[in-house]
């Protein structure tokens, strides 16, 4: 489209030795890459449009399941810098410590487990809009994941509400969560 993105906006692809197109998230691997705006919409639609024979202008093997395979790694970092970020200490766990860490102006952000209820993620967004309107942050709040992929990356049982502190530990795990949330259209 000519519109000049972020790097973090666009995911780099490569050809692997196979002849097939191959995501390449930490933009290390070798050979000429081409990039795709970093939705899963705009993987799909460079695969069915023959897109990526196109960019590399010679035919290339697009595998099946490309974007949900893309969707899997960036789900498999998330949850590998949220588990990196709880050893850190920079994850705390249960609605009412998210709610403090929010309103103490320590959480960057927030996740929610698909099965959270509505009332407890409303509780959390009152909390939330309270902060900004003291003129604190916005702390933006996600809800990729199950309560028990949240379980297995933060190592507790019903992990339904946590946050992400503003850390060292914490900034990565933000970076590849809102990552994962762009990618799957949030």
């Not at 050893?87 to 698909?114: E, M, N």
């Not at 942050?137 to 190592?155: T, V």
Request: some cysteine; aromatic content about 4%; glycine content about 12%.
């Amino acid at each position: 489209s000519g519109l000049w993105r972020e790097p973090d906006e666009l995911i780099r692809f490569v050809v692997g030795a196979d002849g097939a197109v191959v995501a390449d998230l930490k933009r290390k691997l070798p050979g000429r890459g081409c990039w795709v705006t970093a939705d899963r919409l705009h993987v799909e639609k460079a695969a069915a449009k023959n897109l990526f024979s196109r960019a590399f202008k010679r035919q290339v093997a697009v595998p099946e399941g490309l974007a949900a395979g893309v969707d899997g790694m960036l789900s498999r970092s998330a949850l590998g810098a949220l588990g990196l970020a709880r050893k850190a200490g920079a994850i705390v766990l249960g609605a009412t410590q998210v709610d403090k860490s929010v309103r103490s102006g320590q959480a960057l952000a927030v996740l929610h487990a698909a099965e959270a209820a509505a009332d407890g993620i409303r509780k959390i967004a009152q909390a939330r809009r309270a902060v900004v309107h003291l003129g604190g942050p916005r702390i933006p709040a996600f809800k990729l994941f199950s309560e028990s992929e949240l379980g297995l990356a933060l190592g507790g049982a019903n992990v339904i509400h946590a946050a992400v502190l503003a850390s060292d530990a914490g900034r990565p795990a933000l970076k590849r969560l809102v990552a994962l949330d762009r990618y799957r259209g949030g």
